[in-house]
């Protein structure tokens, strides 16, 4: 089993910030990709930001200059901080990781459960 847990999510005033929080457990060989994507409330689920293995990153264009990812291999885990931020960025930001769970498994998408952003004022 492989589980991946969101916190971090919350109110907060238009301007403020937040620090997500994913980590994954269970049975994992190794980690690939992690990234962060969101689903305001009847709009599609877009990519926010990803970061590779090696440190590489990648934003929407909606967030460049406005959030960080980073990520703690060691402990299977990525961080999304979120500044200046704007009543559209109201979402369940879901976490992802592409991994592994043996050495001969073939790569695979995990989600996790969502956690809600709300900016308002």
């Known amino acids: 089993q492989v589980q991946l847990v969101e916190s971090g999510g919350g109110l907060v005033q238009p301007g403020g910030s937040l620090r997500l929080s994913c980590a994954a457990s269970?049975?994992?060989?190794?980690?690939?990709?992690m990234s962060w994507f969101r689903q305001a409330s009847g709009k599609e689920r877009e990519l926010v930001a990803t970061i590779t293995s090696g440190g590489s990153t990648n934003y929407a264009d909606s967030m460049k200059g406005r959030s960080t990812i980073s990520r703690d291999n060691a402990k299977n885990t990525v961080y999304l901080q979120m500044n200046s931020l704007e009543p559209e960025d109201t979402a369940v930001y879901y976490c992802?990781?592409?991994?592994?769970?043996?050495?001969?498994?073939?790569?695979?998408?995990?989600w996790g459960q969502g956690t809600q952003v709300t900016v308002s004022s």
């Open positions: 992802n990781a592409y991994l592994r769970r043996t050495r001969v498994d073939g790569w695979q998408p995990y």
């Open positions: 269970g049975s994992i060989f190794n980690i690939n990709a």
